[in-house]
């Protein structure tokens, strides 16, 4: 299985909603990341988990709240969001070894609307 | 301060030929990675190919190859016998750091590559 999965796939949601997104792969990847994506921009890296940890949080406002439940799951928990936080939500995994082309694999996104 | 460019924020191909996306970087790091990815509109990234600050050969991987030019801090993605499908936006990404085996990747702005039939 060399798949990473997301759902849902489309999400519209108002600004006092609390919604989740979700992520899944079973490469037995130890690293796993969320990205946001704006309309005809580069991925933007959010949240890094390694070994089920938080390793590094890029300043990301607290409406947005990662969590990783296990080695397979990552999870994104969004509340009171604003209709700028509308884009697209990228995870990924790779493996945490010291090989140097440890590339990251991507799940296909969710693409979230805030109204 | 920008750390990856890519010039061309589109480009326009005939159907067979061959493609060249531009990508320059900035590290003062002497190890570092560089990655290339596809994005078609579905919006997936699809990894295509790596390079590695220490490899001495240019990255191959079927019909896409690395010129990597190390001096000029160069690392231009080819693609030879371009198809249909090949219409995608690319980037260019470089490896910023470790933390904990995980990768912090930068990305450029993009190429949006449109092929003709």
């Known amino acids: 299985d060399t798949e990473v999965t997301q759902t849902p796939k489309h999400l519209v949601m108002g600004m006092t909603n609390k919604k989740s997104l979700k992520c899944e792969q079973h490469m037995g990847h130890r690293a796993m990341y969320w990205y946001k994506q704006k309309a005809k921009k580069p991925p933007e890296l959010m949240f890094v988990?390694?070994?089920?940890?938080?390793?590094i949080n890029e300043s990301v406002p607290s409406r947005f709240s990662p969590e990783c439940p296990n080695s397979s799951l990552l999870n994104l928990h969004l509340h009171a969001l604003q209709p700028e936080d509308s884009a697209l939500y990228l995870c990924a995994s790779s493996h945490p070894g010291l090989a140097h082309n440890n590339e990251q694999f991507f799940g296909p996104g969710t693409r979230l609307t805030v109204l | 301060a920008q750390k990856i460019t890519q010039t061309q924020p589109g480009m326009f191909v005939q159907e067979k030929e061959a493609v060249t996306l531009d990508c320059t970087y900035d590290t003062s790091d002497p190890s570092y990675g560089l990655f290339w990815y596809k994005q078609p509109s579905s919006g997936e990234m699809i990894f295509l190919i790596y390079?590695?600050?220490?490899?001495?050969q240019n990255a191959t991987e079927g019909r896409y190859s690395l010129n990597f030019q190390k001096a000029r801090k160069s690392a231009n993605l080819v693609i030879s016998a371009s198809q249909l499908g090949d219409s995608a936006m690319y980037f260019c990404a470089m490896r910023e750091g470790r933390i904990q085996g995980a990768q912090k990747l930068v990305f450029g702005q993009g190429t949006r590559l449109t092929i003709n039939p």
């Open positions: 988990y390694s070994y089920e940890k938080l390793s």
């Open positions: 390079q590695g600050s220490y490899d001495q």
